[in-house]
């Protein structure tokens, strides 16, 4: 009987062991601290459990010798991870939290061309959230069993910006009934035109690893068994130039003390679809890939940075040359990479910006420019000032060049989410505001407040110039304001005109001569003058 107790618990130890990792799947590393809890927790355990078989076994009751053993090793435990804890911190290795991230100085006209409008993302995630869910409620046969994910990845896809993010089970029994085919598309949404997309997989290819999964299929789960010491941060959703959707699963590096000092020294990439994986360095990472390293890492970076610059207790006390990021963030495109920008203040709490930096997502590269100005949210409210009225509320701005200018971009949206109108704050003096209905119309706006103003001597618009013959021209009605789609002879090209900033155009016959001042677009060229 004795023995069959002893067997039986040491059964249900191990069981309780095995439940415990499958569920909390930790990696097998010092450097986690789940890791040093599923110790501790199993050394109790075991404590308990022998002590208890000994007391069974006749030892006398006042014979504590297994419960002293296993929580001096329990408390030995713990002074080892509060003393590696301390020594992983910036109180004793600040300079070393510095160094984290190597920042270049920039220099703003070189590094960053003059916009471009058909690369920049004009809609923020929760606009691409608001457009995704819209895009599922139409489509019938899927809406019932799945949802959208909210992950809604930003990437470079064949040299433009755009959200991607894949679907989700609806339910628990939703998955029950699906799991075995998998996961059919995922949204994709193009962040300069707000085209929203379902990309439908083909059959026998759906998405059969992801967060939605229970078992063995979660992607978490899927990894640690394939990776058991590996540590994983914050896991993204992509697709390569084919269109093929991949886990981009970025490995953590410690390279301060036990805890301190993360870093990303891996990456792991792993096919949605067959499960397959592949670890590569950093510095041999696919050039498609964008997430390598979360915005929240690189912005915890730069305030490691810019923060203990002269050590710790400066940075608590003193706070000489401190500075930290501002609290928010968005995405620029550049060199088919993502870039995250943020702006630089200082530690005091005041309303302006020293500089602004800029953090490339897959290599880790930073750059700070000095460009004294407006802070984000201050700006904000600059141009949300201009459409009280209509009560609008701004997008965290982009930072862009116009005309040679710092210049802060938004979208300004209604209570339901949608886009509504576009502003430009310049970043020195953001009293200085241009709306639009269009971004073209807001640039232009812009550029001629900026000469009245004397701040910019740049041409009046920024685009290209064509001469023709009226073909055909044709009024349209879009959004309560009205255009005329002019195509001149010769040409397959349409030229958006809006009457509101050029009523002369309604003066102009086919078979009139015209000369249009323009901005390239995809479908349409928005003319920004008429000569």
């Known amino acids: 009987m004795k023995l069959k107790m002893k067997?039986?618990?040491?059964?249900?130890?191990?069981?309780?062991?095995?439940?415990?990792?499958?569920?909390?799947?930790?990696a097998v590393n010092i450097h986690s601290g789940s890791f040093w809890l599923f110790i501790i927790s199993l050394v109790i355990v075991l404590t308990l459990l022998i002590s208890a078989r000994g007391i069974r076994d006749g030892i006398p009751a006042g014979d504590i010798r297994p419960l002293k053993i296993g929580f001096a090793v329990v408390i030995l435990l713990l002074l080892v991870y509060g003393i590696g804890s301390v020594l992983s911190s910036p109180i004793v290795n600040a300079n070393k939290y510095h160094r984290l991230l190597p920042v270049q100085e920039g220099t703003f006209t070189e590094d960053i061309a003059e916009v471009n409008y058909t690369e920049i993302p004009l809609l923020d995630k929760s606009s691409a959230t608001l457009l995704g869910n819209r895009k599922m409620g139409s489509l019938i046969d899927m809406v019932s069993q799945f949802e959208v994910s909210s992950l809604y990845t930003?990437?470079?896809?064949?040299?433009?910006?755009?959200?991607?993010?894949?679907?989700?089970?609806?339910?628990?029994?939703?998955?029950?009934?699906?799991?075995?085919?998998?996961?059919?598309?995922?949204?994709?949404?193009?962040?300069?035109?707000?085209?929203?997309?379902?990309?439908?997989?083909?059959?026998?290819?759906?998405?059969?690893y992801s967060q939605a999964e229970y078992f063995n299929r979660n992607i978490y789960r899927h990894l640690r068994f394939r990776y058991p010491t590996y540590i994983f941060d914050q896991l993204s959703f992509e697709i390569d130039e084919e269109g093929t959707p991949y886990w981009i699963c970025p490995v953590k590096k410690f390279n301060?003390?036990?805890?301190?000092?993360?870093?990303?020294?891996?990456?792991?990439?792993?096919?949605?679809?067959?499960?397959?994986?592949?670890?590569?360095?950093?510095?041999?990472?696919?050039?498609?890939?964008?997430?390598?390293?979360?915005?929240?890492?690189?912005?915890?970076?730069?305030?490691?940075?810019?923060?203990?610059?002269?050590?710790?207790f400066n940075s608590v006390l003193s706070q000489k040359g401190c500075l930290q990021t501002t609290d928010g963030y968005n995405y620029l495109a550049m060199e088919d990479d993502v870039w995250v920008y943020t702006g630089i203040t200082s530690v005091s709490g005041d309303e302006s910006n020293v500089g602004f930096?800029?953090?490339?997502?897959?290599?880790?590269?930073?750059?700070?420019?000095?460009?004294?100005?407006?802070?984000?949210?201050?700006?904000?409210?600059?141009?949300?000032?201009?459409?009280?009225?209509?009560?609008?509320?701004?997008t965290f701005p982009l930072l862009l060049n116009v005309a040679g200018e710092p210049t802060y971009f938004m979208?300004?949206?209604?209570?339901?989410?949608?886009?509504?109108?576009?502003?430009?704050?310049?970043?020195?003096?953001?009293?200085?505001?241009?709306?639009?209905?269009?971004?073209?119309?807001?640039?232009?706006?812009?550029?001629?407040?900026?000469?009245?103003?004397?701040?910019?001597?740049?041409?009046?618009?920024?685009?290209?110039?064509?001469?023709?013959?009226?073909?055909?021209?044709?009024?349209?009605?879009?959004?309560?304001?009205?255009?005329?789609?002019?195509?001149?002879?010769g040409q397959d090209i349409i030229y958006?005109?809006?009457?509101?900033?050029?009523?002369?155009?309604v003066r102009y016959k086919e078979g009139g001569q015209v000369t249009f001042e323009y901005i390239t677009g995809e479908e349409l060229h928005t003319v920004t003058g008429i000569q």
């Open 7 to 26: 067997i039986l618990f040491s059964f249900l130890a191990v069981l309780a062991a095995c439940i415990y990792y499958y569920v909390a799947i930790p």
């Open 154 to 208: 930003q990437i470079n896809y064949q040299n433009k910006p755009v959200r991607v993010t894949p679907l989700v089970y609806a339910s628990p029994i939703k998955w029950l009934t699906n799991m075995n085919e998998g996961i059919p598309a995922y949204i994709m949404i193009d962040m300069t035109t707000q085209d929203t997309e379902c990309i439908r997989l083909p059959e026998g290819s759906f998405i059969q």
């Open 256 to 312: 301060i003390g036990l805890f301190g000092g993360q870093t990303i020294g891996k990456v792991v990439l792993c096919n949605a679809i067959t499960g397959e994986t592949t670890c590569y360095e950093v510095d041999e990472c696919p050039q498609w890939v964008d997430s390598v390293y979360s915005a929240n890492l690189l912005i915890q970076l730069y305030d490691y940075y810019g923060l203990y610059i002269n050590g710790f």
């Open 357 to 394: 930096v800029l953090m490339n997502q897959r290599t880790m590269e930073a750059k700070y420019y000095s460009c004294p100005g407006a802070e984000e949210y201050s700006a904000m409210n600059s141009a949300e000032g201009q459409v009280q009225n209509l009560g609008y509320h701004s």
């Open 411 to 489: 979208a300004l949206k209604d209570d339901a989410g949608l886009v509504k109108k576009y502003a430009m704050v310049n970043i020195k003096k953001y009293q200085n505001v241009a709306i639009g209905d269009t971004v073209a119309e807001c640039e232009k706006a812009y550029i001629s407040l900026l000469k009245t103003n004397g701040i910019s001597t740049g041409p009046a618009a920024v685009g290209e110039t064509v001469t023709g013959t009226i073909e055909t021209s044709a009024p349209v009605v879009l959004e309560g304001n009205t255009h005329y789609y002019v195509v001149l002879a």
């Open 496 to 505: 958006d005109v809006l009457v509101s900033e050029f009523p002369q155009i």
